[in-house]
């Protein structure tokens, strides 16, 4: 009998040592304005979690899921529970640089590596090592719309942004300097709110100064009824936005057929998969949900690897018992990422400013609520 | 800058201005007889708007097209009932058990942002589990975009329909107050609520009764906007709450002919500004709380300035 308990404890201690579960906290807006873009998220990071769960030494990797609701109360909230009452190694998120710029201070202070796998203000990730992202940034962004209307001859352009929102006023100056750079007219700058539903004093002044191209660097649900009243009052300038407009869906469901023709730059298209894992991705994706993944699920994913990438390097005996000392290493990690093969291509971080180095954009266009890839712009 | 449009944003100022009026009267209303500010009262009016989104979906199978005049009305009547019956509630399961208790006013005032709290989380999770997304469409009838030319100007049908329908309702309920014995009673209740139970009076049944009747106004109010601006959410109640709580504290708080000017006031001058100054358009919604602030500052009472201790209404 002694024997018997000798055993069991003993595998038991035995199973504890061998397989343990390491958790990484995904802060993503499941409800709220956005909610749409976090959920295309998730399903993303889940997919990919249900491939890469296990680490070399048969350690499991738990996900735990909470909900910031687009609300920087919520995000900071969110944030501080994951990591003081979850002790998670590494927090993936939140998305929208607004929210990530809320946690930035806590993320430094409690030194979490944290990846905010699509903000894209640059301030987000500058003068912090603990917050990386997987994504391009607004500068590029911006670039890569402003070279696309310059090159085809639109010459004159007002752009309509959402003063609430970070990533809306960096996506803007972004524009405007590029475009400025190139040759480019800046007829008029226009603001809005989060939440707004009359953009009619904007459409009439856009109707005025008859500009030949429109830059609205805003959210998709403002986006949506800016586009119907837009074309209702009979402006037909092209419009094209950025990456927070990337639901089509949404737009088709706001706008109805205003939303034909909007361009956007995102930053992956299911069309065109850049790795093999990225083939394999998109093929279980639509094999388990019947679509083709977005932007944001392939992000997301692109999020998750980064982290469980670092997790597999720093997971050593050593660091299993020291919970700061080990997310330090992943912190480090994760910033010193080398040629990682993800699903948005290969992931190579600056150590220094926390970005990915050489991330393509593609531009897409709406054809009646459906995306069309347009084009692919290297760095 | 021509007569044309000149009278377009005037137009299109009583339009949205007639909505918020709706609202108020209901925020008006209830403090007239509660003495409350009932925070939660522009989520009734998100309530009214997505039940009727919702009474739409079932009844067109969630396709939404070709809806008749009749489904689109049948809809409508649903989500006041329904809306009605929320506005009850919340007054039978929140306010009504505070009052009994003797508590504070403020006590009630933090529950009605508690209830607003639970009505935007309650439809958040409706939305999204059932819905498919937090963000809705709004459909109705297209005969209410068909667009009327006047000379220069082009009206939708509907912002000619919301200030007319805005204008009956406020003699309706002014009819209600005056020339009826509900009327009768609630302006009683507003002028003294402890004499009037004393007299034998069923006061749940009047507050309850003004419960129901500012919330199917919300309701009205909620679809109308919901078909001027076709996207609805369950936040959308909040800023458009805060602003006809401010038509109606412009208008004088506990008089509904004053809601009625205060809402038209705000509407116009949330129309007009950015109308006839288009930079300033991205601080539209600064103007209204402005415009409160000035007329408190010479109307300490409101436009219908009331004094509260002598007259309700």
Avoid at chain 1, 220 to 242: H, I, N, Y
Wanted: proline share 4%; net charge positive; aromatic share 12%.
């Amino acid at each position: 009998m002694k024997k018997l308990v000798a055993l069991g404890l003993s595998a038991l201690v035995a199973s504890t040592l061998m397989a343990k579960d390491i958790k990484v906290g995904i802060l993503q807006p499941l409800t709220g304005p956005i909610a749409s873009f976090g959920q295309k998220t998730l399903d993303g990071i889940k997919l990919i979690h249900s491939k890469y769960n296990t680490l070399p030494n048969g350690d499991k990797i738990k996900l735990v899921v909470v909900d910031n609701q687009f609300d920087k109360i919520q995000t900071v909230n969110g944030y501080k529970r994951l990591v003081s009452d979850d002790n998670v190694v590494a927090v993936e998120g939140p998305l929208a640089s607004s929210m990530s710029l809320a946690v930035k201070r806590f993320a430094n202070d409690t030194k979490t590596p944290t990846v905010t796998q699509i903000a894209t203000n640059p301030r987000v990730t500058a003068g912090t090592k603990y917050i990386t992202r997987a994504c391009f940034t607004d500068p590029f962004q911006g670039k890569v719309a402003a070279t696309y209307a310059l090159k085809h001859g639109l010459k004159k352009a007002v752009v309509v942004f959402d003063m609430k929102q970070d990533y809306s006023v960096g996506l803007a100056k972004a524009f405007m300097k590029a475009y400025k750079k190139g040759g480019g007219k800046i007829e008029k700058v226009l603001f809005i709110n989060t939440g707004d539903k009359d953009f009619n004093a904007q459409v009439a002044q856009i109707k005025r100064l008859h500009p030949q191209f429109i830059y609205t660097p805003i959210y998709a649900p403002e986006e949506g009824l800016f586009l119907r009243q837009l074309r209702a009052a009979g402006v037909k300038a092209p419009v094209m936005g950025g990456d927070g407009i990337a639901d089509p869906a949404l737009l088709k469901k706001l706008a109805g057929s205003a939303a034909n023709g909007v361009m956007y730059t995102d930053h992956f298209d299911a069309i065109k998969p850049p790795t093999p894992l990225s083939a394999e991705f998109i093929k279980e994706f639509k094999a388990k949900y019947h679509r083709l993944p977005s932007a944001f699920a392939a992000t997301g994913a692109d999020g998750y690897l980064l982290i469980y990438n670092a997790i597999k390097k720093c997971d050593t005996p050593a660091n299993s018992n020291n919970l700061s000392q080990f997310k330090q290493c992943v912190a480090n990690a994760i910033r010193h990422t080398k040629h990682l093969e993800a699903v948005t291509g290969y992931l190579t971080i600056n150590p220094k400013t926390g970005n990915p180095i050489d991330k393509p954009a593609v531009i897409e266009k709406i054809v009646n609520g459906k995306t069309q890839f347009v084009e692919l712009v290297r760095p | 800058m021509d007569v044309g449009f000149v009278l377009q944003q005037i137009i299109n100022g009583f339009s949205l201005g007639s909505m918020y009026a709706l609202i108020a009267i209901g925020y008006t209303l209830v403090y007239g007889v509660l003495r409350l500010i009932n925070f939660a009262h522009g989520d009734i009016m998100m309530v009214g708007a997505f039940s009727a989104f919702i009474a739409l979906g079932f009844l067109t199978g969630w396709k939404f097209n070709h809806i008749s005049m009749f489904v689109f009305f049948t809809a409508v009547g649903i989500s006041i009932i329904v809306t009605s019956i929320v506005g009850i509630l919340t007054y039978v399961s929140a306010y009504k058990p505070l009052l009994d208790k003797g508590a504070p006013k403020i006590s009630l005032l933090i529950t009605a942002i508690g209830i607003s709290f639970f009505l935007e989380s309650l439809f958040n999770v409706i939305a999204n589990q059932y819905l498919g997304g937090t963000y809705q469409a709004f459909y109705f009838p297209k005969w209410f975009s068909t667009i009327i030319h006047v000379g220069s100007l082009t009206i939708p049908v509907l912002t000619i329909i919301v200030p007319i329908l805005t204008i009956l309702i406020l003699l309706g309920v002014l009819f209600i107050l005056y020339k009826t014995k509900v009327g009768i009673a609630i302006r009683a209740l507003a002028f003294d609520i402890y004499t009037v139970k004393l007299m034998g009076a069923n006061s749940n049944f009047i507050i309850g009764f003004v419960f129901a009747l500012g919330s199917a106004l919300a309701a009205i109010g909620g679809i109308a906007y919901s078909m001027a601006y076709p996207s609805i959410d369950p936040y959308m109640g909040m800023l458009v709450g805060l602003k006809a709580f401010a038509a109606a504290v412009v208008g004088g708080i506990g008089s509904v002919t004053g809601a009625v000017i205060g809402g038209f006031i705000l509407g116009f001058a949330e129309i007009a500004i950015p109308g006839f100054f288009p930079e300033l358009g991205g601080w539209k919604d600064a103007f209204a709380f402005i415009l409160l602030i000035f007329v408190l500052l010479f109307r300490p009472t409101g436009i219908m300035g009331i004094d509260f201790e002598r007259q309700r209404f």
